[in-house]
């Protein structure tokens, strides 16, 4: 070989820990060897590619929302209100996820399922571990999923003290109860396992901070950020409504029951309710008073 064209090619060294910086720090090795299908379908890799990512953003979610409510604590607004922004930015690529398998017809998702379950066992989603913290801190708090990780003790232990511990509306609250809006004692020191009972005079402490368009903006912006999260969460639960309806049909799901009569109701449970129940009262004139002078 002419020497002049001749390409730099070195060796892999052999010394080294077989990672380069990029690997290591991204542990591609690792990711990329997550994915195992079990069935022969070509689309198997898509549906697994986008259930991972799905948990991963999860996950991320849930390390936001709690960093979210350690700034609350600490009484750092501007920060909590960054920390949730990216909450609302992450629902983004988490929701488009579904984009990646609405190719799949009933008989590409039973295939596909067909042999996971002859793999694996007969499985639901509920036994996902990641997305019920999430919502937990969400703030939907319902004891009777625990039942699913009884198989994995670990993660039951965590799910039992996530549902112990304030969500991150109890810690929104208890920010807005130390900052001049009354919120009422046994909303503050409830029992928060139990689920949230929505409460009129929470529902007035919105109507007041939203009363004064002038006024309280932060406190504003923190509410329309609450929002677009309960909004981003809302949407996920309607497109994966509406991915059963398309791939699944009326058929009976793990429960023995319809699966979408099972997750239509579950459409109504939207975060911080008081923040959309106050929207009906938000922008009405102050009641007159029947002594003021005309
Ligand atoms: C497209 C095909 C899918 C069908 C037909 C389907 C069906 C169902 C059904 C019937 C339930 C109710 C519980 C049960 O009976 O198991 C459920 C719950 C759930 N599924 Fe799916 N699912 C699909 C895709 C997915 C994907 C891709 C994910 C994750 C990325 C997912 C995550 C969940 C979660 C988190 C729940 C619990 C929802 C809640 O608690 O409100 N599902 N699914």
């Not at 953003?57 to 709690?66: C, R, V």
């Not at 930015?89 to 488009?96: C, V, Y």
């Not at 919120?183 to 005079?201: G, I, M």
């Not at 368009?213 to 923190?222: D, I, M």
């Amino acid at each position: 070989m002419n020497d002049s064209v001749k390409h730099e090619c070195p060796e892999p060294d052999s010394t080294s820990a077989g990672q380069t910086p990029y690997s290591a720090w991204i542990q591609t090795d690792v990711l990329h060897a997550l994915q195992r299908p079990v069935s022969d379908h070509p689309g198997e890799h898509a549906w697994i590619v986008s259930v991972q990512v799905s948990e991963l953003y999860w996950m991320l979610i849930i390390k936001e929302l709690q960093t979210a409510q350690r700034q609350l604590r600490a009484n750092d607004l501007t920060q909590a209100q960054r920390t949730l922004k990216r909450v609302v930015a992450h629902h983004e690529p988490l929701n488009a996820t579904w984009r990646s398998i609405a190719w799949m017809t009933p008989a590409d998702l039973l295939a596909i399922l067909s042999r996971a379950v002859a793999t694996y066992g007969k499985d639901t989603a509920l036994q996902g571990w990641t997305y019920r913290q999430m919502v937990y801190l969400l703030g939907i708090k319902q004891a009777e999923h625990l039942k699913h990780f009884t198989p994995q003790p670990q993660r039951w232990v965590q799910l039992n003290q996530a549902l112990a511990e304030p969500s991150l509306y109890d810690d929104v609250l208890a920010y807005l109860n130390r900052n001049g809006f009354a919120v009422p004692k046994d909303v503050l020191e409830r029992d928060f396992t139990a689920p949230y009972q929505p409460s009129k005079a929470v529902e007035t402490v919105w109507r007041d901070i939203y009363a004064d368009q002038g006024r309280n903006l932060e406190l504003q912006q923190l509410g329309e950020t609450l929002a677009d999260i309960a909004e981003g969460f809302s949407t996920w639960k309607y497109l994966h409504l509406m991915a059963t309806r398309r791939t699944f049909g009326a058929r009976p799901a793990y429960f023995g029951t319809e699966g979408i009569a099972w997750l239509k109701p579950t459409m109504d449970e939207i975060p911080f309710p008081e923040l959309w129940s106050a929207r009906g009262f938000i922008g009405d004139p102050p009641a007159a008073c029947p002594h003021a002078k005309k």
